[in-house]
């Protein structure tokens, strides 16, 4: 079959990536419609970090693959939410090592009044991986954050 122009195939790391991430979502996904939400975050937890405070901070580089990777293998599952993308993203990071926040938020002003509007962000450092444009972030009210800090990190990351 002859591929639409346009449209390239995936390098080997790319489609690798691809594969890991979708993985990760698949699995994600499977523990929020279990309601196994405590399982999940163990799961997450369980990948240790580095000890030394330097490699706890994720590349750049690596925030793009991961944040590329999470956005287009989310496409193939249904019901691939924002807290799906965010909590695959951060089971991702932690198993590179890198530490990172997934934080809950509600929109300072509800588009529909009396309606809530939860939203999910996968921040590493001062980097949002998932979930939006700083523009979009500064709209939010956070809510609660799922931390994966390095070890020797003394407290969580402040807004």
Request: proline share 8%; aromatic share 4%; with cysteine.
């Amino acid at each position: 079959m002859k591929r639409p122009q346009g449209i390239r195939r995936p390098s080997r790391r790319e489609a690798a990536l691809l594969v890991q991430a979708l993985g990760a979502i698949l699995r994600v996904r499977m523990h929020l419609v279990r309601g196994r939400h405590h399982a999940l975050r163990r799961l997450i937890e369980s990948h240790s970090l580095p000890h030394e405070p330097a490699l706890a901070q994720a590349p750049r580089a690596d925030l793009a693959e991961i944040a590329w990777s999470v956005r287009n293998a989310a496409r193939l599952v249904p019901g691939a939410t924002c807290l799906t993308q965010a909590s695959a993203g951060q089971l991702l990071l932690a198993r590179r090592g890198y530490a990172s926040t997934i934080r809950l938020s509600v929109p300072h002003q509800a588009d529909t009044v009396g309606k809530l509007a939860p939203h999910a962000w996968l921040i590493a450092g001062e980097t949002i991986v998932l979930g939006g444009t700083a523009t979009d972030y500064a709209r939010h009210r956070p809510l609660h954050d799922f931390t994966l800090p390095a070890p020797s990190a003394a407290h969580a990351p402040t807004t």
